[in-house]
Each structure stands twice: as C-alpha cells, then as structure tokens.
Nanobody, 126 residues
Framework: QVQLVESGGGLVQPGGSLKLSCTASGLTFSRYAMGWFRQAPGQEREFVANIRWSDISTNYADSVKGRFTISRDNAKNTVYLQMSSLKPEDTAVYYC???????????????????WGQGTQVTVSS
C-alpha cells in the first residue's frame, strides 16, 4: 500500500520560513517525480513545485520562484519543500504527490499524479 505522509506545516508570521517534508512508502521512490501542490479555501488545487527522479530538474510556479526550494533524498524516500519569505497568500493546505516516470502528462496538472498525501496546513498570519 502506497502512502505519502506530509509534515512540517503550521502557523508562521509573514516573512518567516517553514520546511515541509513528505515521506513515501510502498513504492520505488526513485521512479517517481515528486510534486507539491496547494489548495486554499474556495480555490482549485494549484501546482507549487516539482522535482524529477534524478534530482537534477526542478520546476516552480511563478508565485513561489525564488522563495521556495524543492529537494529530495532518495535514500530516505523523502521530498522537502523549504519555504521562505512567506506571505499571507501562501496560506493553504499543502499536498505532496507522486508522478510515475512513465507518465506523459503535464507536471503542473494534478491529474498527472498517481499518489497523494493527506495534506498539511500552512497558515501565514501575524
């Protein structure tokens, strides 16, 4: 059974930082690109960042570029999202997701991802 478990969310002041983690089990982690998405109340789920299985290629939404960094540790089956200079508009539930290497769908589309975590809440507020 595949599981993706996120952690690290919480309440942070504007300008602060948080680091999210997502640990996978039940799959061959190195065969999956990993993505982070977020969903604010009343909004659609949106792409935040992704990282290929080789850890060479990363992609970011324009709204987080320069502030967020995605990384992965294949030995630990874990993907991270380091978030800095957080803004109130970053408030959302953050989800990690796994994209199988044989897939051809857009890495920005939630429908391209096979497995999802349960989400972790990030609230940016003073």
């Amino acid at each position: 059974q595949v599981q993706l478990v996120e952690s690290g969310g919480g309440l942070v002041q504007p300008g602060g930082s948080l680091k999210l983690s997502c640990t996978a089990s039940g799959l061959t982690f190195s065969r999956y690109a990993m993505g982070w998405f977020r969903q604010a109340p009343g909004q659609e789920r949106e792409f935040v960042a992704n990282i290929r299985w080789s850890d060479i290629s990363t992609n970011y939404a324009d709204s987080v570029k320069g502030r967020f960094t995605i990384s992965r540790d294949n030995a630990k089956n874990t993907v991270y999202l380091q978030m800095s200079s957080l803004k109130p508009e970053d408030t959302a539930v953050y989800y990690c997701a796994a994209y199988y290497f044989g897939n051809s769908g857009s890495y920005k589309a939630p429908s391209s991802y096979t497995y999802w975590g349960q989400g972790t809440q990030v609230t940016v507020s003073s």
